[in-house]
């Protein structure tokens, strides 16, 4: 799939479940899949009560997905440890924050408490040094299955309510989300700069982290 045409698709998500009003010109294949034929009001059309932003959001979730896999090909143990400069991410915190995040942290927008911890879950997950890159990988499978699991849950009033998110702000559920999923697209930038450099080092370095 193009990135262009990832990034209209994500552009009208967001557009869609901020305003709640007019979707684009045309009906493509997302459309079809998430709208039913009879809410077509004319060329442009309204987005009236059948409207699902469940769908929404997990179609927007499953190309953060599908991004993330394809950079995540034929990734190796020793690449996992190495940082650019000494200040930046490694993928070792990179994926074990997002791990973090779809096993754990999505509960605290679930259930509104931005303190929340998942009982059981290691407080020094993010980053540690012990765990070899096929058991960050088991959980993140693990973790993305469980995030559409609980995509799944949500009716459209969980979705709208309000609840605490950080620092004492509030928003909609939907919101709190959103932000959520678009940390996955951010992530995937990261992962693809650094596999970037790593294999343009390749290029002139046969035995770089081989």
Not at 123 to 142: H, P
Not at 170 to 190: A, D
């Amino acid at each position: 799939m193009p990135s262009y045409f990832n990034l209209y698709v994500i552009l009208e998500l967001l557009t869609c479940l901020h305003f709640e009003s007019v979707i684009p010109l045309g009906r493509n294949t997302l459309q079809q899949d998430l709208y039913p034929q009879d809410a077509i009001l004319s060329p442009t059309f309204k987005v009236n009560r059948m409207f699902d932003k469940t769908a929404m959001i997990k179609k927007f979730t499953e190309i953060g997905f599908q991004i993330f896999d394809r950079k995540m090909e034929d990734l190796s143990e020793k690449e996992i440890d190495w940082q650019p400069v000494k200040e930046a991410n490694s993928l070792r915190w990179i994926l074990t924050h997002l791990s973090q995040q779809w096993n754990a942290g999505i509960y605290r927008i679930l259930k509104g408490d931005p303190e929340y911890k998942l009982e059981g879950w290691p407080e020094d997950y993010v980053g540690n040094k012990s765990y070899s890159l096929a058991k960050i990988m088991i959980d993140i499978e693990k973790g993305k299955k469980n995030f559409m699991s609980e995509l799944e849950k949500l009716t459209p009033e969980d979705l709208d309510a309000e609840i605490p998110l950080w620092s004492g702000f509030k928003n909609k559920r939907q919101y709190g989300l959103l932000l959520y999923v678009s940390e996955i697209l951010h992530h995937n930038g990261q992962i693809a700069y650094i596999r970037g450099v790593i294999n343009r080092r390749r290029q002139t370095d046969d035995h770089f982290l081989t």
